[in-house]
């Protein structure tokens, strides 16, 4: 019984509203207005929300910038490695080319795997392409 009656007030209420909205919409404007002068009248209190508004936005400018900066590292640390991964391609087919083989695409994804997981050592990638090719004595 008691939820029919709060039905049948938020009808009647809702049909008010759409008849008179102004009247809604006129009491919310004067409550901001009241808010924002209260808020004004103490220029401490707007001084320190300022503040922290500007805070906020230099340190979300600061995260930008750190993520610009990594997103630049990492795609020119991608490109090194795409580099490094076709001027070994190109030296492995040359490699192979003398020697009258080709260079299957199997070989060609391990090439790949391996620049992958050390192209920040290049000694140990030429070791470990020496090793897996064959080339130890080229």
Known sequence: MKWLTIKTFLK??????KAHWWAPVLFLLMV???????????????????????????????????????????????????????KNLKVLEEEYASRNETLDSEKKKELKKLVEESYNDPDMLARELAKLYGLENG
């Open 32 to 86: 901001v207005g009241l808010l924002l002068f209260a808020l004004t009248r103490n220029s401490a209190f707007l001084a320190a929300v300022i503040d922290a508004y500007e805070g906020s936005r230099e340190s979300y400018k600061k995260e930008i910038e750190i993520l610009n900066e990594t997103h630049k590292k990492e795609a020119e640390e991608k490109s090194k490695a795409l580099e490094e991964y076709n």
């Open 12 to 17: 009647k209420a809702w049909v008010w509203t």
